[in-house]
């Protein structure tokens, strides 16, 4: 079946989505983006996605074309329209077409381009990789330093994945000055004895709506957060490790590096955490 996109205002079968070439998000990267996951026909965490979207267009000095109603809206009715009972819905914005190429974008109003369309998971919330375990290694972070805002700059995270393939292993850290930032599309964690441990925030790491969202529950749970920055040979001596991401929920880590975490298996608390978060997220639905 044909998927139906949305492109600036009209929902369109995906062959026939144009955008031009000389539209910043594809020339310069001037864009920000958002992925939402779907469960049962129901979008997680919507309304953290808009305020994080809402804060990126800030940060670029872009307007946001749409009020979150109307996002919900657009969101709503492409989840129908693609019968999407789980997966995800991706959000695009960039600065649009001022016309010719140039370096500089325009100091007055440009039309942004708005692209959303879905993917289909089935089986989301039941991936067989939270029973085992994911393995990473560690690989130099270079990036750019705005990593808080959700920007389509993706190319680094991107060789951070294909190092990982490579390796034989599931996904990258990134490293910079001797400790973790977070991994190439996820907030990176250890646990040490009840305590959970994640980079604090700045403008270091991206400000993750699922990390926002286990951190809350992970304290109403009774477990302690510390939000400091740690290294890898701390995580290699870590009880246990795990990511969070709005598609991978809350993951766990069983090996950095090549070598285990705690007993190179899912530990109870991360188990517990994915547990909580998923039950709070299907009632808190929309």
């Known amino acids: 079946m044909t998927r139906t996109v949305y492109l600036n205002g009209a929902y369109l079968p995906e062959a026939e989505a144009k955008v031009s070439i000389f539209d910043r998000g594809f020339l310069m990267a001037d864009g920000v983006y958002e992925v939402t996951s779907v469960l049962d026909g129901k979008l997680i965490d919507f309304g953290g996605h808009c305020v994080r979207l809402a804060r990126s267009l800030s940060e670029l000095e872009m307007q946001n074309p749409h009020s979150d109603a109307e996002w919900l809206a657009i969101h709503r009715e492409l989840v129908a329209v693609n019968a999407i009972e789980d997966g995800m819905v991706y959000l695009q914005v960039t600065r649009g077409n001022p016309g ?104 270091d790491i991206l400000h993750g709506i699922t990390r926002a969202a286990v951190l809350r529950f992970a304290v109403e749970a009774q477990m302690e957060v510390e939000e400091r920055a740690f290294s890898i040979d701390e995580a290699q001596a870590a009880d246990e490790a795990f990511i969070t991401s709005a598609s991978a929920f809350v993951m766990p880590v069983v090996e950095i590096d090549g070598a285990a975490v705690g007993a190179g298996k899912p530990g109870h608390v991360v188990a517990r955490l994915r547990e909580i978060y998923l039950d709070e997220m299907r009632k808190a639905a929309v």
């Open 100 to 203: 010719d190429r140039d370096f500089a974008y325009p100091s007055d109003d440009v039309t942004p381009t708005v692209v959303l369309f879905t993917q289909a998971k089935p089986g989301l919330a039941d991936n067989p990789a939270a029973k085992v375990g994911i393995k990473v290694i560690s690989i130099p972070d270079i990036r750019w330093g705005r990593r808080d805002i959700k920007t389509v700059q993706l190319l680094y995270p991107s060789m951070g994945k294909m190092a990982a393939k490579k390796a034989g292993v599931d996904d990258s850290w990134f490293v910079e000055d001797g400790v973790v930032t977070e991994g190439t599309s996820n907030n990176a964690y250890i646990v040490k004895g009840n305590k959970i441990i994640t980079r604090q925030l700045s403008s």
